[in-house]
Nanobody, 124 residues
Framework: QVQLVESGGGLVQAGGSLRLSCAASGRTFSSSGMGWFRQAPGKEREFVATISWSGGITYHADSVKGRFTISRDNAKNTVYLQMNSLKAEDTAVYYC?????????????????WGQGTQVTVSS
C-alpha cells in the first residue's frame, strides 16, 4: 500500500517555475516506478513524466521535454517535478502516481496508487 500527497502547486506567470513534490508513505516506494500526470478542465488525464524505481530511467512527454524534469529521492520517499518556462497550456491539476511494481509507463492504467492532485495555474 502506498499513499501519495502532492504539494507545490500554485499560480505563476508564464515563463516562471514551480517544483511539485509528492511525498509517499509505505515501504514499497523505493521499488515502485512513479509518474506525473495532469488533467485540464474538459480534457482527459495525460502523461507528463515517469521515472524508474532507481531513478536511472526517465521519460517526459514531448510537450514538456526540455522544460520539465522528474526526479526522486528514495531516502526521503519523495518524487519531484521541476517545471520551468511554464506556459498557459500547462494549467491543470497535476497528479502523482505509483506503479505496483518496478514499471515505467506512460499509461495511467499501469498505476495503482494516486494522489489527490495539486492545481497549477499559469497566467499569460
Amino acid at each position: 500500500q502506498v499513499q501519495l500527497v502532492e504539494s507545490g502547486g500554485g499560480l505563476v506567470q508564464a515563463g516562471g517555475s514551480l517544483r511539485l513534490s509528492c511525498a509517499a508513505s509505505g515501504r514499497t516506494f523505493s521499488s515502485s516506478g512513479m509518474g506525473w500526470f495532469r488533467q485540464a478542465p474538459g480534457k482527459e488525464r495525460e502523461f507528463v513524466a515517469t521515472i524508474s524505481w532507481s531513478g536511472g530511467i526517465t521519460y517526459h512527454a514531448d510537450s514538456v521535454k526540455g522544460r520539465f524534469t522528474i526526479s526522486r529521492d528514495n531516502a526521503k520517499n519523495t518524487v519531484y517535478l521541476q517545471m520551468n518556462s511554464l506556459k498557459a497550456e500547462d494549467t491543470a491539476v497535476y497528479y502523482c502516481a505509483a506503479a505496483p511494481a518496478r514499471l515505467t509507463s506512460r499509461d495511467p492504467a499501469t498505476y495503482g496508487y494516486w494522489g489527490q492532485g495539486t492545481q497549477v495555474t499559469v497566467s499569460s
